[in-house]
C-alpha cells in the first residue's frame, strides 16, 4: 500500500462514511448500501478503491464477500501520519520555551 493511494482513497466523503462503518464491524457490500445513499454497485467501485489502497480486505464467505479493514493497511498509515504528529510537537514545545523565556 502506498499512503498516497490511501490518503486519495479517504478523500472521498462516501468512501471515509465505508471505512468508518468497517471500523465497527465487518459487512457485506448490500449491508453498506442499506446506510449510505448511493447504490450497491456504487458501493463496489468504492470498497475497490479502499482495497486497492489497501485499506480493506475481503473475504467470501457463501454467496457473498465480507469486507474489513485491513490492520496491516491501517498501520502503514498509521506509522506515516505518526511521523507529522511527531514534528508537530516538537515545533510546539519549541514555541511554548520561546514564549517562557519571553
Known amino acids: 500500500m502506498t499512503n498516497e493511494l490511501a490518503l486519495a482513497a479517504l478523500g472521498d466523503p462516501t468512501r471515509r ?7 465497527d464491524r465487518p459487512s457485506a457490500v448490500g449491508e ?3 446506510l ?3 447504490s450497491r454497485p456504487a458501493v463496489s467501485q468504492h470498497l475497490k478503491v479502499l482495497k486497492d ?4 480486505v475481503d473475504q467470501k464467505v457463501g454467496n ?9 493497511g491501517i498501520g502503514d498509515l498509521r ?3 505518526e511521523r507529522f504528529w511527531g514534528c508537530a510537537l516538537t515545533t510546539f514545545k519549541m514555541k511554548s520555551e520561546q514564549k517562557g523565556q519571553e
Open 17 to 23: 462514511t465505508i471505512f468508518e462503518c468497517l471500523s
Open 32 to 34: 453498506l448500501a442499506q
Open 36 to 38: 449510505l445513499p448511493v
Open 53 to 56: 489502497a489497501g485499506l480493506v
Open 64 to 72: 457473498r464477500r465480507i469486507y474489513r479493514l485491513d490492520p496491516n
Open 79 to 81: 506509522d506515516y501520519l
